[in-house]
């Protein structure tokens, strides 16, 4: 059965305050792209394909991963982030709160975003949240026929819509399951009897360490 393997891009950039600066791994993220990389590579894992979307921090991720596949890196913008970032810009601007400055208030600021994009109150939003869940769904029903073993450097909103699809989660949940992601976060999703099942999520095999547990993020 085809199994798809997803992993997060690495930390990136800190103090962010836009979709262009976020895009850019930071030292730390350049790090665990690598050790995430090299924990596949000690297990001899081979892809038939790997998959990213365009976005720099993906790719580099997966270009630090180093891991081989049986054809060329295929680049999908089906895989890319959700823009965060703007749609903060949009709910400043036409509800007046400010981007969050702690963790409870970002998770009260997530869920009360994805209320209102998924309602339809936020105007001219980047995408609709309908597209969001449709290009998640779409993309990972068209990559589960390259082959056995696939490999997908993405992003939280993406790997959250993945689970949110495959375990019919409410939205609420969809935005815990962003807000717990990890950076280099390893899941795995397995096409059996015409769906989707989980049978790994956001593992760090490759931080378990003591000397790594300090470099867990979620950013």
């Excluded at 962010?16 to 090299?38: F, H, P």
């Excluded at 060329?72 to 509800?95: G, S, T």
């Excluded at 009897?193 to 989980?198: G, K, L, M, Y």
Aim: hydrophobic content about 35%; charged content about 25%.
């Amino acid at each position: 059965m085809p199994e798809i393997t997803l992993v997060r891009h690495g930390q990136a950039k800190q103090n962010a305050t836009s979709e262009a600066d976020y895009d850019n791994l930071s030292e730390l993220g350049r790090t665990q792209a690598k050790w995430v990389g090299e924990h596949f590579n000690k297990l001899n894992l081979s892809y038939d394909a790997i998959v990213t979307g365009t976005l720099n921090r993906q790719i580099d991720t997966q270009i630090l991963m180093d891991i081989e596949s049986k054809m060329p890196v295929i680049r999908d913008e089906r895989f890319n982030e959700i823009r965060l970032y703007d749609l903060a810009d949009l709910i400043k601007m036409q509800f007046g709160i400010d981007f969050p400055d702690s963790e409870l208030s970002f998770k009260k600021h997530l869920n009360f975003t994805f209320e209102k994009w998924e309602n339809g109150e936020i105007l001219n939003p980047p995408e609709t949240f309908e597209n969001y869940k449709s290009r998640v769904s779409e993309g990972l029903d068209n990559i589960k026929d390259l082959g056995e073993k696939i490999l997908v450097v993405t992003s939280g909103g993406i790997i959250a819509m993945a689970i949110k699809h495959t375990l019919n989660l409410n939205t609420e949940a969809l935005g815990n399951c962003l807000l717990a992601s990890y950076n280099t976060g390893v899941t795995k999703l397995l096409y059996y009897d015409e769906s989707f099942v989980i049978s790994q999520m956001n593992a760090l095999p490759h931080l378990e360490t003591p000397d790594r547990w300090k470099n867990r993020t979620y950013t």
